[in-house]
């Protein structure tokens, strides 16, 4: 039979599926499994100032305040120098982190920090950088090998029916390969001298950062510890959205407790602890403290339009925030560091860099952002923020095999440097 509907007609038609579909897509929008929720009186108790919580002896957690956990540590370091290594969230730019330290390594310029933090890509590499040199050759395999490839699989109806676009197994089983009985073993034996290794996630159900002391679990030992360590490593590299939220549970006073977390990224770009309010002011008569702080990301991005796929934008919007979000936070940080009289350094992806998204794990993409960090490192020409009382060279401008300028030539990422100055 032959169809008597005009262009009109089926224009008409489509659109009333197409609103037809939305409007069950938005139904359904409430079908997912209901996550843990923050009990009245645990948003009551809820405290102001983000502290650390560390695993005791006892198999509890206990959350230290900043101003405790910087008097455990230089209590515990003596007179040794101390320092901090910030490594923020960034997705697939996490090469960057990684492809610095290993520069570094290269140069015989990298020193041992008392403290590493990390947040969400910058938390899987935060690991590698606690446990130094000797542990770059795994480090670089992850972005230089292609083992990133596949970390995105699409779960098709999963942002419908489930809580999130991608699956999270791949990223787990990431973690569960490197993250393993020895690296955990090494990670316990560094924190028995005193230093510290931090990551942070964000608590779903309060919208807060939650910081762990990952050293502390792989002291505690034991099967537990392990999953817990992973397990924790794993919330705080899952994106909202595009990665299932992660259940954390652990024990406490009252029982078992169980929450639920997702990307540190989403509350803090990255974190400074203890604050810098709580490390000792860099004085004739005190120690020098010396932080530095590595951006996996642009702290601005040139104009250009977005494919009109869902993916790109929601990379491109997730981009945009994050970069405002950590020149936010690198201002309060240097003024911070300037009112201590303490050394800050920084380094982050110049705007010219060619970056093709947060999420894109292509493993050319991958190694050529490593290797550019890591020639950049070799250089000399990483870091902004001169410490205190020190010249800087005037040098050429060093150039990467991708054409774009080391972060330490950058006209625009060195201006943060002059804050509070």
Not at 22 to 43: D, K, R, V
Not at 316 to 331: D, H, K, N, Y
Not at 365 to 380: H, K, S
Request: aromatic letters at 6%.
């Amino acid at each position: 039979m032959k169809s008597s509907a005009t262009p009109a007609t089926l224009q008409y038609l489509g659109c009333a599926l197409v609103l037809t579909a939305l409007a069950t897509l938005a139904g359904c929008a409430s079908m997912g499994p209901t996550l843990t929720a923050a009990t009245p009186e645990e948003l009551g108790s809820q405290e102001l100032q983000l502290g650390v919580r560390t695993l005791g002896p006892n198999g509890r957690f206990e959350v230290l305040p900043s101003s405790v956990v910087a008097t455990r540590l230089v209590a515990r370091l003596d007179d040794q120098p101390m320092s901090v290594l910030a490594l923020s969230g960034g997705g697939a730019t996490g090469a960057f982190a990684a492809g610095a330290l290993a520069g570094m390594s290269r140069a015989g310029v990298r020193a041992e920090p008392s403290v590493v933090t990390g947040v969400s890509a910058g938390a899987l590499v935060a690991p590698f950088a606690f446990l130094g040199p000797s542990w770059d050759a795994k480090m670089s395999a992850i972005y230089t090998d292609g083992v990133t490839r596949g970390v995105l699989q699409p779960r098709l109806l999963g942002a419908v029916f489930g809580s999130s676009v991608y699956s999270g197994a791949p990223l787990r089983r990431l973690i569960d390969r490197y993250a393993d009985d020895q690296l955990i073993a090494a990670v316990a034996a560094q924190a028995n001298r005193g230093r510290l290794l931090l990551v942070a996630t964000t608590d779903f159900a309060t919208g807060e950062p939650v910081i762990w002391d990952l050293g502390s679990v792989a002291l505690y030992g034991g099967p537990e510890a392990k999953q817990l360590f992973r397990t924790i490593l794993l919330a705080s590299a899952s994106v909202p959205g595009m990665l299932p939220p992660v259940k954390i549970s652990f024990p406490t006073g009252s029982g078992l407790r169980e929450e639920t977390h997702v990307d540190g990224g989403v509350t803090v770009p990255f974190f400074i602890a203890p604050a810098l309010d709580d490390l000792p002011s860099s004085r004739p008569d005190s120690r020098l403290v010396r932080v530095r702080v590595v951006i996996d990301g642009r702290l601005r991005d040139f104009p250009h339009a977005a494919n009109a796929n869902a993916l790109s934008i929601f990379s491109r919007s997730i981009s945009a925030g994050l970069s405002r979000m950590t020149r936010t936070a690198l201002e309060s940080s240097l003024y911070a560091s300037q009112r201590r009289g303490i050394a800050l350094e920084y380094a982050a992806i110049p705007a010219d860099y060619p970056l093709h998204g947060a999420f894109n794990f292509d493993p050319q993409e991958q190694r050529a952002l490593f290797q550019y960090a890591a020639r950049c490192a070799e250089t000399g020409r990483l870091w902004n923020g001169a410490p205190q009382g020190t010249v800087m060279a005037a040098v050429d401008p060093a150039v990467g095999s991708s054409g774009a300028v080391c972060p330490a030539d950058d006209q625009f990422i060195g201006r943060f440097a002059a804050l509070g100055k």
